[in-house]
Each structure stands twice: as C-alpha cells, then as structure tokens.
C-alpha cells in the first residue's frame, strides 16, 4: 500500500492525480467517468442523462479528458434510500484506480445524504480522485480544502432537502388539522375524486355496509353484496372485474377508515372535522369500528343459524346448531362446552324453535312503544358528545405545540394528555353505545315488521334476538311428539 510518508515526490505525482495535475496539463490523458442521474422529481436535476452526458462531454474536451466510463442512475427521489447500481459501480472504479476524475453535473447531488457523502469523500480522499461538475465547482478530493468545500456544499443541500421536509410535514399536519382533504392519496373508496363529494354507488355501499355489520351482518356477506353492485376495488382499479373481486380484509380496510365519518386524520391520530362530506355519523362507524374490533367476532364467524351460540340450554351450556338421527336440522345443547353439567340437555327442532322466536320478535318490535327501544332520549346526545370529542382533539394537538414554544411545562403536557385521552376514550365508547342501536332500526323503522324480519338472514336475526333477550331452551321430555313453544322456550327480556 502507498503512503505519502515513505514515497518519493516523483512517485507522489504519478500516484496521485489531482484536479491540480489536470490544470497543469499532464502528459498522461486524465481518465473520467461520467456519471449521469435520471431524477422525477420536479426540484431535482430538470435534466436527462443525454443532455448531462453531452455537458461531460463537452467538460472533457475542455479539460483535455478521455471519459473512459460511463454510468447512470434511475433516482425517484434524493431523499429516497434506494439502491443506485450505477453509483456503486463508479465508485469502486475509482477506489481501484481504474479512473482519475468523476463528471457529475453538481456536487451537492451526487450523494443523497451525509452518511453516503462521508463514505464517499473517503473513498475519494484515499483513491485520489477528484470530483468536477459540470454545473458547480470541481472538487480536489486529495487536498482538505476541496474535501471541507464538498462536505459544506453537500451539507446546505442536505439541509436544504431536509427543511423543505419539515416545512412540508407542518403544512400536512395543519392541513389535516384544518380538515382539508388529501389531494395526493388515491381517492378514497366513497368520495368523487375531488375527495370532498360522496360517490352514489360506493358511499351508499358503505353507508350499507355499516348498517349491515351492526345489524348482525357479516363481512362476507357485504363483500358478496358489493359484488352483486358491481362495485370496483382499488386492488383492480381497471379491466374486467373479476369474479370475486371484493374480500373481507378490503371492506374492513374502507369501513374502519375515520374518513368515513368526516374524521380527519394526521398520523394516525384524529385531528379535526374533515371538510369533505361525511358518509355515516360518527357514533354510528364508533360502533363499527368497535364491532370489528371484537375478538369474539371471530368465534361466531361459522355460526349459520339463528341461536346457535346465542340462546342456552337450560344447563346455563350455549346451544350449538346440529343435525338429528332422522337427519333434521337441531338445536342441541353443545358437548363440547357442557363440563359435566347435569342433564337433561335439550335437543329440539330448528325450524320449531326459529318460528316461535321469530314471531315473538316480530310482536315485541310492533308494539306500540318499540321505538323506545332505540333509546331516543340519548340522541340528543349525541351531537354534544361529537363536539365535546373534537374539542378535545382540538386542544390534545395544540399542547404539543404550545410545549415546543415553551407556554406550558412538560409535566403539565403530559397531565393534559392524559386527561384528554380519558375523556376522549369514554366519549368514543358512548358513542359506539348510541350507534349500536341501529341493531334494531330495519326493524323498528318498518311498517311491516313481520315482512322485514322475513328478509333478514340469519346473521342479522341472530343480533336482533341478542339484543332483546335472552333465550333458554328446555328439554321437550321423553316422547314429546308435538312442539309446545311455551314449555322449551324461555325468555329474559333484556333492559334496553
Ligand atoms: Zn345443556
């Protein structure tokens, strides 16, 4: 290995070719490589790699070099930490001394940021080999003062990119703060692509889909159904539609997206009223969100029929749906969750029991005070409590800020913070209350009850009967021929 301590000054200059060399026109041609960088973005080198490569060119003659390499880069961004092939490669020909200088078209983008930069002045340092721009200064990397000119050059150009970040970040989050919404995103399932008009189709599939989900629905029922509507996913955003082109994991994604009830988000933290238009009311996708939450959800998502999993057997065991010797569809007291609990257990026809429980549902919700049952003394609620809940979100994203300006103490941030958090989480679960509600609405709302009932499926029935009571099964007793609703079927009504 060279070390300039223990080498002649001869060996020194043929060794080390620096821009110094070059100027004083050395006999030896000056091998470059050209290193050109294709960037998209719209403050970057506004320049294509032809057009950088005939500037080298040109630089070259000028010089006297010889390009003797040429490489590129395809660059979305500077800030982006993406591979650069064509970089690596130009700067190990220089670290093996394969070439003398290295053309750029400026010396501040040639690195992305200061980690790279350093390396790079080090690989440069110790090969000896100079860095000229075409737009800019040229750079001696073997004396210290061109090393210190390239550090402080690329430093304003990190700095530079790094403010125009933060700058851009504070315009976000008051933007999201503000309400606006985000041109930059894909538009989101629901709106027009001004992303402040609700789309007819998709915003009441969603709308739907929430009734749905709280009514007992399943989502993969509403992902059959926004099938059936011919309805298009982002995931296959032109083309023919495929066959099931919606899965439940999609629908979840659009449901649970605060957007949905006119929340504006910045990071993943509620910020603001947004100002486009809302598609459901806030308590109404609370209940939602909460519902999807559930993790008891996943253990009832293969129950098919009305009670099984609601209703008990008169042990206090959960009913289980299951077939008969005689192959007829039952409800049974379920083995597997019985734990030696005394018998006798019940058994008893499905379509006996569903009938009796159907048409006891159907006579509750059509008396007179049925709507009662949807609690409309809390509705007037509602509004204050949405109101209430955006203050506080309000002033939880001004306490960070009047912190950093130093108006409040840390202590009494992180106290406001906390509060805040509480009472916003308790407003949240009051209000999931309120929207759950519309368990009964398609019900309580119809003017034939006994009609909307008929139409519901199974899942939806099984919320309904779960919200009003609770149904205990008892056994027929031994050589029962004919179904006596009154003897098997109990039932607890439910305070609502
Ligand atoms: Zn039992």
């Not at 609700?198 to 739907?208: H, K, L, Q, S």
């Not at 957007?259 to 806030?282: D, L, N, Q």
């Not at 409309?376 to 204050?384: H, L, M, S, V």
Request: proline share 4%; net charge positive.
């Amino acid at each position: 290995m060279w070390h300039p301590a223990h080498s002649p000054v001869s060996a020194r200059i043929t060794h080390v070719t620096t821009l110094a060399t070059a100027l004083a026109a050395e006999p030896r041609t000056i091998r470059a490589g050209a290193y050109q960088r294709i960037s998209f973005d719209k403050a970057g080198d506004g320049h294509g790699v032809a057009n950088q490569l005939a500037d080298q060119v040109r630089t070259a003659e000028a010089r006297g070099q010889e390009i003797v390499l040429t490489e590129s880069d395809n660059d979305i961004s500077a800030l982006t930490g993406k591979h650069r092939p064509g970089y690596e490669r130009i700067m190990a020909a220089a670290a093996r001394g394969e070439i003398d200088v290295i053309l750029v078209y400026q010396t501040s983008r040639f690195w992305r940021n200061r980690r790279e930069r350093a390396e790079g002045i080090e690989i440069l340092r110790r090969a000896g080999v100079s860095l000229i721009a075409t737009k800019g200064p040229s750079l001696d990397m073997s004396s210290a003062y061109g090393r210190m000119m390239c550090g402080l050059l690329g430093e304003f150009d990190t700095a530079e990119s790094e403010i125009k970040s933060e700058r851009q970040q504070l315009a976000n989050r008051e933007a999201a703060m503000a309400g606006k919404a985000r041109k930059a995103t894909p538009r989101p399932f629901g709106w027009r692509p001004d992303r402040i008009a609700r789309d007819p189709a998709e915003a009441a599939a969603v709308a739907d889909a929430c009734r749905a989900l709280l009514a007992g629905g399943t989502l993969a029922g509403i992902a059959r159904e926004w099938d059936r509507r011919g309805l298009r996913p982002h995931q296959a955003p032109f083309g023919p539609l495929p066959r099931r082109a919606w899965k439940s994991v999609s629908v979840t994604e659009i449901l649970r997206n605060p957007r949905v009830a006119g929340i504006s988000m910045y990071k993943g933290a509620e910020v603001g009223r947004g100002e486009w238009e809302t598609i459901v009311p806030e308590e109404t996708w609370r209940a939602v969100v909460r519902l999807l939450a559930d993790p008891s959800r996943g253990s009832t998502a293969g129950v098919r029929t009305m009670l099984g999993g609601v209703a008990l057997c008169r042990c206090g065991n959960h009913i289980s749906a299951s077939v008969s010797q005689r192959g007829e569809p039952v409800y049974r007291c379920n083995r597997e969750t019985q734990r030696g609990r005394p018998g006798p257990h019940v058994a008893a026809r499905r379509a006996d029991v569903d009938e009796a429980i159907g048409g006891l549902v159907v006579a509750r919700l059509s008396m007179a005070d049925a709507a009662d049952l949807m609690a409309p003394a809390a509705k007037a609620d509602t509004a204050a409590l949405r109101d209430e809940a955006m203050g506080i979100r309000d002033r939880l994203g001004r306490l960070g800020s009047l912190f950093a300006l130093g108006q409040i103490e840390e202590a009494d941030m992180i106290g406001g913070r906390q509060k805040g958090n509480v009472r916003l989480a308790e407003i949240e679960a009051g209000l999931a209350d309120l929207g759950r509600e519309s368990v009964l609405a398609p019900l309580v709302g119809a003017k034939n009850v006994k009609a909307a009932w008929e139409v519901l499926g199974d899942d939806r029935r099984r919320a309904v009967v779960d919200a009003l009571m609770t149904v205990t099964l008892n056994p027929a007793g031994r050589g029962a021929r004919v179904f006596d609703a009154l003897k098997v079927i109990s039932v607890e009504w439910k305070e609502v």
